[in-house]
Structure formats: structure tokens, C-alpha cells
């Protein structure tokens, strides 16, 4: 029989609302079955988590499931908020986070009544830039390179837990040496450290032309660290 509106036909309409009204539960269980699937499950576990969730740290809580299913599940996430809606999936910090999209910033601001956190000074952004171009790097080489003396501005970015110390250089009097940590990545949006922006436009990202950018040019690939680690107290540095 025909689904479509007759109305010559009550029987054939009739026939139409009992078809929609079986299939009712049918649409409602694949529903529910969805949401707590492995997909639903992948959703919530990134969603809960306060920070970037790793691949690693999924497979754990998900030991059951092989791990290519748990990987096929965030990418099913991915294509599922790439196709509509307000937030996004994305990598940062070498892990897994559900966030708003930046072109609804202006809505998510109102709603925190315009609370913004305190910004770097010039000075900590430079030495933030040095750093993450020339890690691991001790204070000392940083001070050389902006001419300038860095304990106090390297205090505030260990406070911030941008920067932790990562050892200690091998020559006499073994300073600190200084790399970024995974809430750098967190907040620049980096994944990790090859996500960099190239020196020539880091000026366009900090806002401003700091003079250390000619003595990063030649800067190779900045070194990755274990992420794990806690970030040092700000009155380590001597």
C-alpha cells in the first residue's frame, strides 16, 4: 500500500500513521544503541576529560575494545561535528577535545560576562618564544638572546605552567634547562610541537616584532619532552 496522503482513501492514510507509528521504536533503540555505543561511549569519555584526552589514556579506560575501533570511533566523532552544530572535535596537546568553534567566540564571551584571563607581558611573550624555538635553552642563552636579564619574566611563565625545567645542561655550574609543557600546547592550540608557527609569522601571531625573531631563524627543530612531567616550582631558578 501507498504511504502517501489519499484522500479518497482513509484506509490507505490510516495504513501510513501505523507504519510511522511502528517504526517509532525501532528509530528510538538504534538511537539509544548509538549513544551508548563505542562511539557515544569515545564521545563522553573526551567530553568529561578536563584535559586534551590521549589516544593512549583510551585505550586504557577501553581495554576491551581493540584499539582500531576505538580510532575508527573518533573519527566517526570527527566527520559527525565537522557536519554541523556548534562545537568541534580537535587535536591538542597530543590528545582529544571537544570544543566550541572560534567564530561563535563572541557568544561563548557573553556568556562568561566578558571574564578574561590575565595576558602575557611583551617581555614573557618574547621569552615564551624563545623558548619554544630554542628548547631545551638555560636562562642564561635566553638572556643573550633578548639582552635582557629573564629570572623574573621565567617565574611567571613556570607560575603560569607554560614552562618547566626539563635537566640540567652538562657544563659547569649545570644550569636549568627550560622547554614548554603540555598546557603551552593546550593553550596556543598546538598539538604538538611541529605545529609551530613558521618564525617569519610568529610575529603576526604574537602581535608584535620582537628582536630575538632573527636569532630563532636558524633555530632547528625545537626538542619534544615528556609532557608527564610536573612543571617545576617558580623558585627553583637561582
Not at 610568529?202 to 630575538?212: R, T
Amino acid at each position: 500500500m501507498s504511504d502517501t496522503h489519499d484522500p479518497k482513501n482513509p484506509d490507505a492514510n490510516a495504513v501510513s500513521v501505523d507504519t510511522l507509528i511502528a517504526t517509532a521504536p525501532a528509530n528510538a533503540a538504534a538511537d539509544e544503541a548509538d549513544a551508548t555505543g563505542l562511539v557515544g561511549i569515545v564521545e563522553a569519555l573526551i567530553f568529561a576529560s578536563p584535559e586534551p584526552i590521549t589516544p593512549k589514556q583510551l585505550f586504557k579506560v577501553l581495554d576491551s575494545e581493540p584499539k582500531e575501533e576505538v580510532l575508527a570511533a573518533v573519527e566517526e566523532l570527527k566527520r559527525r561535528y565537522a557536519r554541523s552544530g556548534g562545537l568541534q572535535l580537535v587535536e591538542v596537546a597530543a590528545g582529544y577535545q571537544i570544543v566550541t568553534r572560534p567564530e561563535l567566540h563572541e557568544w561563548v564571551r557573553r556568556l562568561f560576562h566578558e571574564r578574561t584571563s590575565q595576558k602575557l607581558s611583551v617581555p614573557a611573550l618574547e621569552t615564551l618564544a624563545v623558548i619554544a624555538y630554542r628548547q631545551p635553552v638555560t636562562a642564561p642563552e635566553i638572556a643573550e638572546i633578548r639582552g635582557v636579564n629573564t629570572s623574573g619574566v621565567l617565574n611567571t611563565l613556570i607560575g603560569r605552567k607554560l614552562v618547566k625545567v626539563v635537566g640540567r645542561k652538562p657544563v659547569v655550574g649545570r644550569p636549568f634547562m627550560y622547554g614548554t609543557t603540555r598546557d603551552f600546547l593546550d593553550k596556543f592550540g598546538l598539538n604538538d610541537l611541529s605545529d609551530l608557527p613558521k618564525v617569519e609569522d610568529l610575529a603576526d601571531v604574537l602581535g608584535f616584532d620582537p628582536p630575538a625573531l632573527a636569532e630563532l631563524a636558524a633555530t632547528e627543530q625545537p626538542q619534544a619532552f615528556d609532557f608527564g612531567d610536573a612543571p617545576a616550582k617558580a623558585d627553583e631558578e637561582q
